[in-house]
C-alpha cells in the first residue's frame, strides 16, 4: 500500500498539464473497480455488506430536510472510520425510509451548540425536520454503541408508525359515514398519512388507494416509488427472521464473490432478495455482480430498475444509476448515461462514479473537468487503491511518467485493475507490460466470455491503448471483440 500524499501532490497538478488530444467519441470503462455492491471499504479492512448513506456536514452546511435524521458527532477520524456506525444493517435500511444520516465535523460548531454537545465526548442525536432534538445517546468510556443509536431511532419510528396507523384507521370510519363533512376530514387524514409515505411506505400505498375511491388522485410518479403492494416495509428494527437469513446470505455471497467464485455469488445474492426483497442492499450486490462479473446486463438492468421503483437507501441508488449509466453509455447512448452519472452523484457520491465521469470528460477532449472529478473521487477516499491507480494513468498521459510507474509497481500485484495497470505502460511506453497486464485482465480477472467481449471493445476504442491498435498481438489478443458493437 503506497501512501498518496505524494501521488495527490502530482495529480493535483495534473488540471495544469496539457494532455494530447482525445478522440471525440466517449468511451465507457477505466474507471476501476465495481462489484462488490458497488461500494468498497476503507483501504485494508474487511469489505462489508452493509454501508450507512452518511453524507459529511461541515461547517455551513445545509442540516437535512428529512422527516427524521440522525446526527453523529464524533471527535476524531478514526473513530469514524472504526465504528460499527458505518456497517449498521438497521441504519442502513433505515435509510430507504427518509431517514438522513449525517456526520457533524468538529468544527461545525453551530450544529454541536445546537445540540449542547459536550467537549471532547462523542454524541449521537435523532431529530426531526424542524431540528428539534428528540433523543440521543451520549459516549460511553469515550465510545457511541450502535445498539444504542438503532434502537433509539427504532423507537421513534414505532412510535410515528402508530400515530400513522390509527390516523389511517379514523380516516376509515369517517368515510364509511359518507356526510360532506365526514369525507372532507377523512380526506385530509389520508393526505397526512400520505405526507409520511416515505418512512412508512406501505401505510402511503394504503393511503393513496384510499384517497383514490374519494376522489382524491396522488401523484404517480411517487407512488411507484413505494414499491408494489406485497413489499414489506424495510425492516429497520430487525423484527423480519427472514432479514436476518438474508444478511447472512449476503455475507456468504461477498465473500465468494471476493474469492471470484461467480456463480456462487451469484446463487446466494438472489436467495437474499428472494427472502427480503425490501432489502435494498441485497438487490444492489445482485444487480451489480451482474453487471460487472458475469456480464449478464439484461438481468443487471432488471435489478437495478427494480432499485429505483421501490423504497431504497441513497447508496443502493447511487450504485443503481451508475451501473445503469456504464451500461447506457456502452450502448453508445453517450448523453442518456452521463445524466444517470450525474443523478448517481446526487444521490450519493460514490469514488467510482467520479471516476467514470472522469474517463467521459477525457474522452471528450475536457481534460479540466475530468480532472476536477478525479480530484472529487480523491477527496472521497484518499487510500482507495483504484483512486490512486485510476489517476496514475493520466499522470502518465500528461508526462508524470516516474510517478506514474511508481504508482503502477506499488501495485502490480492487484489483479482487479489490471486493465488500468496495462494503461499506465501503455502511456509509459512499456508495450510488453502493457500487453502482459491486458492478457491478465482478460483471462485471469474475467471469467466470462460476455465480459471479455465487452472489455475487449472497449480496450480497443480506449485512446489510453492507442499505440497497440494497431499491433497485430493486441489485435488477436482482443479478437472477441470482433462484431461486439458500442
Keep these: 500500500m503506497i501512501h498518496l500524499r505524494r501521488s495527490a501532490l502530482a495529480f493535483a497538478a495534473l488540471a495544469a498539464l496539457s494532455l494530447p488530444a482525445l478522440p471525440a ?23 462489508e455488506v452493509y454501508r450507512v448513506s452518511w453524507k459529511v456536514l461541515g461547517p455551513g452546511a445545509e442540516r437535512p430536510k428529512e422527516p427524521l435524521a440522525v446526527y453523529w458527532l464524533p471527535v476524531t477520524p478514526d473513530e469514524v472510520r472504526s465504528s ?3 456497517t449498521s444493517r438497521s441504519l442502513s435500511l433505515a435509510g430507504a425510509r427518509c431517514v438522513a444520516m449525517g456526520i457533524v465535523t468538529p468544527d461545525n ?9 459536550p467537549a471532547g465526548e462523542p454524541l449521537a442525536v435523532l431529530a426531526g425536520a424542524d431540528g428539534a432534538e428528540i433523543g440521543r445517546v451520549a459516549a460511553k468510556n469515550g465510545k457511541l454503541d450502535t445498539a444504542s443509536v438503532e434502537k433509539l431511532l427504532s423507537k421513534a419510528l414505532d412510535e410515528r408508525e402508530d400515530a400513522a396507523k390509527a390516523l389511517l384507521q379514523g380516516a376509515e370510519k369517517k368515510a364509511e359515514d359518507k356526510t360532506a363533512a365526514d369525507k372532507a376530514a377523512a380526506i385530509a387524514d389520508y393526505k397526512q398519512v400520505w405526507e409520511q409515505r416515505c418512512l412508512f411506505p406501505s401505510l402511503g ?10 376522489g382524491e388522485k396522488v401523484d404517480e410518479a411517487a407512488l411507484r416509488l413505494l414499491g408494489p403492494d406485497s413489499l414489506l416495509d424495510p425492516d429497520v428494527a430487525g423484527r423480519n427472521p427472514d432479514g436476518a437469513q438474508a444478511a447472512a446470505l449476503l455475507r456468504q455471497g461477498l465473500d465468494a464473490e471476493i474469492a471470484a467464485r461467480y456463480p456462487e455469488a451469484e446463487r446466494f445474492y438472489a436467495k437474499a432478495t428472494e427472502l427480503d ?7 444492489r450486490f445482485l444487480g451489480e455482480v451482474y453487471r460487472h462479473q458475469t456480464g449478464d446486463w439484461d438481468k443487471s438492468r432488471m435489478v437495478f430498475e427494480r432499485v429505483l421503483a421501490m423504497p431504497a437507501d441513497p447508496i443502493a441508488r447511487a450504485v443503481a444509476l451508475h451501473g445503469l449509466g456504464k451500461m447506457t453509455i456502452h450502448s453508445g447512448r453517450f448523453a442518456d448515461g452521463l445524466a444517470m452519472f450525474e443523478r448517481s452523484i446526487a444521490v450519493y457520491p460514490l469514488a467510482i462514479t467520479y471516476r467514470n465521469l472522469a474517463v467521459y470528460w477525457f474522452s471528450e477532449r475536457q481534460a479540466e473537468k475530468a480532472a476536477g472529478f478525479m480530484r472529487q473521487a480523491i477527496a472521497l477516499n484518499p487510500d482507495d487503491r483504484y483512486n490512486q491507480i485510476f489517476a496514475a494513468v493520466y499522470l502518465a498521459a500528461a508526462g508524470q511518467k516516474e510517478e506514474a510507474t511508481r504508482i503502477a509497481n506499488a501495485n502490480h500485484e492487484v489483479l482487479e485493475a489490471s486493465y488500468n495497470l496495462a494503461a499506465i505502460w501503455a502511456q509509459v511506453g512499456d508495450r510488453k507490460k502493457a500487453m502482459e497486464l491486458l492478457r491478465r485482465h482478460f483471462y485471469e480477472y474475467e471469467r466470462f466470455d460476455s465480459v471479455r467481449a465487452m472489455e475487449m471493445k472497449e480496450a480497443r476504442d480506449d485512446y489510453m491503448f492507442v499505440s497497440l491498435h494497431q499491433d497485430p498481438e493486441f489485435i488477436e489478443l482482443t479478437k472477441l471483440a470482433s462484431g461486439h458493437s458500442m
Design 25 to 47: 467519441s466517449a468511451t465507457c470503462g477505466g474507471g476501476g473497480g465495481g462489484g462488490t455492491g458497488g461500494v468498497v471499504g476503507n483501504e485494508g479492512s474487511q469489505p
Design 84 to 86: 460499527t456506525l458505518q
Design 109 to 117: 460548531q453551530a450544529i454541536r451548540d445546537a445540540f449542547k454537545a
Design 205 to 214: 400505498r394504503k393511503a393513496a388507494k384510499a384517497l383514490g375511491k374519494l
Design 277 to 283: 426483497p425490501s432489502d435494498a442492499t441485497a438487490q
